[in-house]
C-alpha cells in the first residue's frame, strides 16, 4: 500500500461511514404499510449497523497501523543512520513524541502502537489482511502480536495460519474474529503453549523462579493482594477458595460470592493457626498448608463458623504418551491452560484427591470415554460437560465451567433426554437468561456445545475446544498402528483418582 492507496482507503472510509448512516437512518425511518411488523426490521436495522461500524472500524484500525508504520520507518530514513546508542534512543524518542503528539495520546500508548503495527506489517502479514477486511478486530490483532512475541518468524507464521488461514493443518475451529478478544487470548495462549519452540519444561523452571507475592495500595481505604504462583498451586487455591465461599452461602448471608472468596481468603491467611503462626485466639483455620511436590495441600479447613471446606475438583487432561514420559507435550489443567507434563504426573503420582486425571487419546487428541449415558446426570456426565465445554457455553462467556450448572437443552417433560447432546452447562446468569427471555440454545453434540439464537432470530456459534492430535515421536511407528487399529487401545498407568 503506498501513500495514494492510503489516501484512497481513508477517503472510502469516509464514504462508508456516511453510507452507514444514510442506510440504518432509512432502514429505521421506514414504516411502510406493508411490513408486518416495522418495530423488528427498525430493530434489524440498528443491530445491522452495529456489525457493519465493527468492521469499518478494523479497516480503520489497519489503515491507523500501517500508516504509523510507514512514519516510522519514513522518519528513520530521514534521520540518517544513528551513530551512537544514545542517538539511536534519541530517534526513537522523537518519533514516539511525534505521533503521540498527532493522535492526542500518552507516549506510553504511542510507543505500544508503533510496535504493534511494526509487528503487524513485517511479520504478521495474514492478521494485517484480516483487519484490513474486516473479519478481526484491533483487539484481536493486538492479542496475535502479544502472542507472537518471543517466536521465531516461522512459529509466528503458524501462529496466525492455525487461527487466520482455513487452508492450514488442523486450523482452529471457527473463525478467529467470532470469539471476543478475552476467549481469543486463551485459545491463542494455549496454541502458543503447545507448538512454543522452547520446551513449557525450559520456560516453567526459569519462570517459577520468579514467583512473588505483590501489594499495590488502591482508593478508599483498599489494596490490591497479588501473588505469581506455578498454574497448579494458583488453580488449587482458587478453586478452594471458590468451593468454601460457595459452601458459606444460604438465605442468611449477604456477601454474594466475590465477597465470600475474598474474606475466605484473608481468614486463611490471617488465621492464628496457619503453618506455625501462633496459638490462641479465635481460629477460622484448622490444619495446615504445606508445600509439597509443587502443590499446595491443604488440611481440613473451615472458612469462618465452623464451615468446613468441601474438596476442590480440578480436571487434568493428559496426552496418554506425555503421561507415560515418552513425550514433552503439555496437560491441560482446567480453569488455566498448557502446564508441563512432569507437573501433571507429579499431580498423579501424590493422589492428590482435588484432581482428576482424562486421558486423551494419541490418535486425535479427543478425551477418552469418562461417563455413559443414563437417566439421571450422573457425576461422570458432568465431568464430561466440563471437558466438551470447558466454560458456560454462551458466546464470549468466560465462566469457569466447575461454578456453572447443568441444563437439559430440551426440557425432560418436552420429550428430551438425559444425554450429553442434550445437555448444556450455562452459568447463573445465562441459565436465567434462557428461562426468562426469548434467548434458547441450540442443538449440542457430544463434542460440540450447544450455540445459542436470539429472540431476533441471529444464531450465534459456542466456542469449540480444539482437540490437537497428539505428536508421534519416532521409534513409535508399531505403537501408532496398534492405535489405529483398536478404537478402545488398552492404557497402561495408575487410575483414574477418585473423589471421596
Known amino acids: 500500500m503506498d501513500s495514494r492507496a492510503a489516501v484512497a482507503t481513508a477517503e472510502a472510509l469516509s464514504v462508508s461511514f456516511a453510507e452507514l448512516a444514510v442506510a440504518v437512518r432509512d432502514g429505521t425511518d421506514s414504516n411502510c404499510s406493508g411490513d408486518a411488523d416495522p418495530m423488528r426490521r427498525r430493530a434489524d436495522a440498528f443491530l445491522d449497523g452495529l456489525a457493519e461500524i ?14 504509523a508504520a510507514g512514519y516510522s520507518a519514513a522518519a528513520e530514513a530521514l534521520a540518517g543512520p544513528a551513530m551512537s546508542p544514545e542517538d539511536h534512543t534519541g530517534q526513537e524518542m522523537a518519533v514516539v513524541a511525534e505521533v503521540a503528539c498527532v493522535l492526542t495520546v500518552s507516549e506510553r500508548a504511542a510507543s505500544a502502537l508503533l510496535a504493534e503495527a511494526h509487528q503487524l506489517t513485517t511479520a504478521l502479514p495474514l492478521t494485517l489482511s484480516a483487519l484490513q477486511a474486516g473479519t478481526i478486530s484491533w483487539q484481536h490483532a493486538r492479542i496475535m502480536v502479544d502472542e507472537a512475541t518471543n517466536l521465531d518468524r516461522p512459529g509466528a507464521a503458524a501462529l496466525e495460519a492455525h487461527f487466520l488461514d482455513p487452508d492450514a493443518v488442523n ?12 476467549r481469543f487470548r486463551h485459545k491463542a495462549r494455549n496454541w502458543r503453549e503447545r507448538h512454543h519452540p522452547v520446551s513449557i519444561e525450559k520456560r516453567h523452571a526459569r519462570c517459577a523462579a520468579d514467583r512473588r507475592v505483590e501489594y499495590a495500595p488502591d482508593h478508599d481505604g483498599m489494596a490490591w493482594l497479588s501473588a505469581y504462583l506455578p498454574a497448579d498451586q494458583a488453580a488449587g487455591i482458587w478453586d478452594r477458595a471458590t468451593i468454601s465461599a460457595r459452601a458459606l452461602q444460604g438465605p442468611d448471608e449477604d456477601r454474594n460470592l466475590s465477597q465470600l472468596r475474598a474474606d475466605t481468603v484473608a481468614t486463611w491467611l490471617l488465621g492464628n493457626n496457619i503453618a506455625g503462626a501462633g496459638t490462641g485466639g479465635t481460629t477460622a483455620m484448622s490444619g495446615d498448608i504445606s508445600e509439597t511436590a509443587g502443590i499446595v495441600k491443604m488440611g481440613s479447613l473451615a472458612a469462618g463458623d465452623g464451615v468446613p471446606s468441601p474438596r476442590a475438583q480440578v480436571l487434568i487432561t493428559v496426552p496418554v504418551l506425555s503421561l507415560l514420559g515418552v513425550t514433552d507435550e503439555p496437560a491441560t489443567l482446567d480453569g488455566y491452560g498448557p502446564i508441563p507434563p512432569s507437573m501433571a504426573r507429579q499431580l498423579i503420582a501424590d493422589g492428590a484427591e482435588s484432581f482428576h486425571r482424562v486421558l486423551t487419546d494419541p490418535r486425535d487428541g479427543a478425551p477418552l470415554e469418562i461417563g455413559r449415558t443414563s437417566y439421571r446426570l450422573t457425576k461422570a456426565q458432568r465431568q464430561w460437560l466440563r471437558l466438551r465445554d470447558g466454560k ?22 418436552h420429550g428430551g433426554t438425559t444425554g450429553i447432546s442434550n445437555l448444556g452447562q450455562p452459568c447463573h446468569k445465562h441459565h436465567r437468561l434462557r428461562h426468562t427471555t426469548g434467548w434458547t440454545p441450540a442443538t449440542a453434540t457430544k463434542n460440540e456445545p450447544p450455540g445459542w439464537t436470539s429472540p431476533t432470530g441471529r ?11 497428539p ?30
Open 392 to 413: 458456560c457455553p454462551f458466546p464470549g462467556c468466560s465462566n469457569h465451567s466447575l461454578d456453572n450448572e447443568a441444563d437439559h437443552i430440551l426440557a425432560w417433560a
Open 459 to 469: 444464531h450465534y456459534k459456542s466456542e469449540h475446544p480444539d482437540w490437537e492430535p
Open 471 to 500: 505428536h508421534w515421536p519416532d521409534g513409535l511407528p508399531a505403537m501408532a498402528e496398534q492405535m489405529a487399529e483398536h478404537p478402545e487401545p488398552a492404557i497402561p498407568g495408575p487410575r483414574p483418582v477418585r473423589t471421596p
Open 171 to 182: 486450523p482452529a475451529r471457527g473463525p478467529a474474529g467470532e470469539l471476543i478478544p478475552g
Open 54 to 67: 465493527s468492521r469499518l472500524d478494523a479497516r480503520s484500525a489497519a489503515l491507523k497501523a500501517w500508516l
